[in-house]
């Protein structure tokens, strides 16, 4: 599977963002799909995660009640909206997928697939 992350930008702290994460060569719906970030200086670090099958979400403590992934298997396509965001969301953003997690996912394990990053910059 090729995956393909876009919908970055530079948006004012409060505001909001939603990040695609395309696939082509393989039916998404079948893998686990998360969303990493990586800010200069720091470690990367896992967002959200999303099961096959439109199976169970996770969330990082520091977006929870923010950022909502979701999946739309008709354009073979996983979003992260991304809703009051502060400057310590900005980061570059990845998307990466596994069929090794069977009906979960997880935001620490590694993952086969990964799409090249997309930049997200909070700023006023």
């Known amino acids: 599977v090729q995956l393909q992350a876009s919908g970055g930008g530079l948006v004012q702290p409060g505001g909001s963002l939603r990040l695609s994460c395309a696939a082509s060569?393989?039916?998404?719906?079948?893998?686990?799909v998360a969303w990493f970030r990586q800010a200069p200086g720091k470690e990367r670090e896992g967002v959200s995660c999303?099961?096959?099958?439109?199976?169970?979400?996770y969330y990082a403590d520091s977006v929870e009640g923010r950022f909502t992934i979701s999946r739309d298997g008709a354009k073979n396509t996983v979003y992260l909206q991304m809703n009051n965001l502060n400057t310590e969301d900005t980061a570059e953003y990845f998307c990466?997928?596994?069929?090794?997690?069977?009906?979960?996912?997880?935001?620490?394990?590694?993952?086969?697939?990964w799409g090249q990053g997309t930049q997200v910059t909070v700023s006023s």
């Open positions: 990466a997928a596994d069929t090794g997690y069977g009906l979960g996912c997880s935001l620490i394990r590694p993952y086969d697939y």
């Open positions: 060569g393989a039916t998404l719906n079948s893998y686990a």
């Open positions: 999303i099961a096959s099958n439109r199976g169970k979400t």
